[in-house]
């Protein structure tokens, strides 16, 4: 009787163990699968690594239906970067006005606002004397459009982008708090004026305005 209980005792941790095992495997499995099943869906992603170099005082923020630019005169931050394949892309002050635009890709005024500056792009010449800069900022790859590099590939935006941190480094220095943003900076490198919302800027306008200066 005794070897037979000992018996039993023997086959029942080991079926234990085994089922122990089988656990552990789900559990493996399910936080793999939770986590996208890639390296690339995580906090690594490509998207996630900018790591732009950031100096000069950063810019107030501007308030939501502002009629004026508190800022307006003051130097912009200097920003040397990258875009998405690593290619060098900076903000910097060479001589020529900008027009740099802050996008986030979960903003659906920045969707809007990108085909429609894309189209002016495509019909119009950009005065040698201007910049147009666009800084991708505010990444999350828990909100919808995730991640920016794929959907502006396919808005096939033409204009040169700055992979901002994880952090929003960039938009933090330039008081970025809406979204879509322009800053309109002269040859001099002082900001003329931030303009906030889809649809509020001139292409027109203002690249023929910053030329002239």
């Known amino acids: 009787m005794t070897s037979?209980?000992?018996?039993?005792?023997?086959?029942?941790?080991?079926?234990?163990?085994?089922?122990?095992g089988v656990v552990a495997v789900i559990g493996l499995i399910a936080v793999v699968l939770a986590s996208g099943g890639s390296s690339e869906s995580g906090a690594d992603h490509p998207d996630l690594q900018g790591a732009p170099a950031v100096t000069g005082d950063s810019l107030a923020p501007l308030a939501q239906g502002a009629h004026t630019d508190p800022e307006s005169g003051s130097p912009v931050p200097t920003v040397v970067g990258a875009d998405f394949s690593d290619e060098s892309v900076s903000i910097e002050n060479n001589g020529k006005a900008k027009m740099i635009i802050?996008?986030?890709?979960?903003?659906?005024n920045c969707q809007a606002e990108v085909p429609e500056v894309t189209r002016w792009l495509a019909e119009n010449e950009v005065p040698d004397n201007v910049e147009i800069i666009s800084v991708a900022t505010s990444i999350s790859r828990g909100r919808e459009n995730f991640p920016p590099s794929d959907w502006l590939e396919d808005e096939n935006w033409p204009v040169p982008v700055l992979l901002?941190?994880?952090?929003?480094?960039?938009?933090?220095?330039?008081?970025?708090?809406?979204?879509?943003?322009?800053?309109m900076v002269d040859?001099?490198?002082?900001?003329?004026?931030?303009i906030s919302g889809a649809g509020q800027v001139d292409m027109s306008f203002w690249t023929s305005t910053l030329a002239a200066l």
């Open 4 to 20: 037979r209980n000992t018996s039993n005792t023997s086959h029942a941790k080991t079926l234990l163990i085994w089922l122990g």
């Open 164 to 183: 901002d941190s994880a952090i929003s480094e960039v938009g933090v220095a330039y008081g970025v708090s809406l979204f879509p943003l322009w800053a």
């Open 102 to 108: 802050f996008l986030a890709h979960w903003c659906p």
């Open 187 to 194: 040859p001099d490198g002082n900001l003329i004026q931030r």
